[in-house]
């Protein structure tokens, strides 16, 4: 036989020993190419920040997450209003729109609720058909779409963005609510397993509130694992991006790292407006710090994408700390928080931004998106709001801040 053919065939007969190792492949190279996206918040999960309008129409200060709007009104007024959003807020044009703007990847937050209400939680059904319509219309514009478990049952971070505002959340405290998410998860996953074309990735859980304490870092680390697809025997070619509940990267070191788990990503969320410290931050501390994290990011052991970031750097945005809220730049935000300015002219209509603040805010975003880059990529939160153009990448391309094509960059040494 000659030379080279004997190598073949020793290659292949190589190659057909490991079949295991060889057979995973997701539906997007996390590991080769950029993950570019945004996320679509606000959505099939609501939040008062991003769409104030369908809190006020309530009436009722009362309601502050989506556990209290179905809670505190009549069954088919708060249906009818969900209806109407989730009809209007998303529909194909944006995803047409987010194609066009040169992204690759939508994060799509979604509740348990979606899935299985239990007795007596108040929360509305009917988000599941947008959710199947979003992989449809994500699919017809070739982006990739993550399903992101952003609410669990008795709430893993008492955010209003959890649906259930809480002083302490209880998902990790109680082994049902834990059952219950797993199970939601499997279901996920099946649900999505022959599409990982469009849906290569999931994310089990949104932000678990790890600065709680080793309890809840213990019943979340087995959750990692547990909802990881299939085991050790890899069947699925779904990747599972965890996040890291608010642990330093040195913290998950190694974690999942090794061949029994392919296909896990880590997910980091890096904002710089919700402490005293950060939000007081120059604009050029801003920049810094977001370069900073670039040689960590790049230094990961599994994939990592910062699923969460955005060019807004103070926290001005109306109810950004819950309904009726103030915030700590302008010293409004109960509690001890200093005055560092006004918030005129940081959030709201982007028609009110200086032009120093926006060429501040594209040098920030390419400094974010530099540095992320540094690892497998980043996906901006969020799309559209109402009433935050700070927040909102589609005001940013359209104020330009946000270029047209995000690799082309005005400040491609700004870190340097
Ligand atoms: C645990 O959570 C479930 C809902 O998932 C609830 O029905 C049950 O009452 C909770 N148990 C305790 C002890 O709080």
């Known amino acids: 036989m000659p030379l080279l053919s004997r190598l073949v065939s020793l290659t292949v007969l190589a190659l057909s020993a490991i079949p295991s190792v060889l ?38 200060s009362d309601i502050i997450d ?36 040169g992204l690759n990847h939508v994060r799509l937050p979604i509740g348990y609720w979606a899935f299985e209400v239990g007795a007596g939680e108040p929360y509305i059904t009917g988000q599941l058909d947008y959710l199947k319509s979003a992989i449809t219309w994500a699919s017809n514009h070739d982006l990739k779409l993550i399903i992101d478990l952003h609410g669990a049952p008795g709430s893993q971070n008492g955010y209003d963005n959890s649906g259930h ?15 219950r998410t797993d199970a939601i998860i499997k279901t996920i996953i099946s649900m999505v397993d022959s599409q990982t074309g469009t849906v290569p990735i999931i994310a089990p859980l949104n932000e678990p509130a790890g600065y709680n304490g080793d309890d809840v870092l213990e019943v979340v680390k087995q959750y990692w694992y547990d909802s990881y697809p299939y ?8 990747v599972e ?5 608010f642990q330093s990267l040195s913290y998950w070191d190694g974690f999942m790292s090794s061949s029994d788990y392919q296909g896990v990503a880590m997910d980091t969320h890096i904002y710089q407006m919700f402490s005293d410290e950060q939000v007081a931050y120059s604009y050029s501390q801003h920049i810094q710090d ?23 750097s103070t926290d001005c945005a109306t109810w950004l700390n819950g309904r009726g809220g103030g915030a700590r ?26 032009s120093s603040y926006k060429t501040f805010m594209r040098q920030y975003w390419e400094a974010q998106v530099i540095s992320y880059e540094k690892g497998a990529g980043w996906i901006q939160w969020t799309w559209k709001a109402e009433n935050a153009d700070d927040w909102s990448y589609q005001a940013g391309l359209q104020y330009g801040w946000i270029p047209q094509d995000p690799t082309d960059l005005e400040y491609p040494n700004i870190c340097d």
């Open 290 to 312: 977001a370069c900073s994290h670039g040689s960590d990011l790049s230094a990961f052991d599994l994939w990592i994408i910062v699923g969460e970031w955005t060019p807004a």
């Open 231 to 238: 085991g050790s025997s890899q069947q699925s070619n779904t």
């Open 329 to 354: 730049y302008d010293g409004t935000k109960s509690g001890d928080s200093t005055y560092v300015g006004s918030c005129t002219g940081k959030t709201g209509s982007a028609s009110s931004f200086s």
């Open 165 to 179: 505002k809480m002083s302490y959340p209880t998902w990790h405290s109680n082994q049902t609510n834990v059952d």
């Open 241 to 245: 991006l965890i996040h890291d509940a």
């Open 66 to 101: 989506e556990w209290t709007f179905g809670q505190f009104q009549d069954y088919n007024t708060a249906k009818a209003a969900l209806q109407d959003h989730w009809s209007s807020w998303i529909t194909e044009k944006d995803f047409e729109a987010i194609a066009a703007a």
């Open 23 to 60: 057979s995973f492949q997701p539906g997007f190279n996390y590991g080769s190419q950029k993950v570019r996206g945004v996320n679509l918040g606000g959505w099939l999960v609501l939040e008062p920040w991003i769409t104030p309008s369908i809190f006020e129409d309530t009436g009722n």
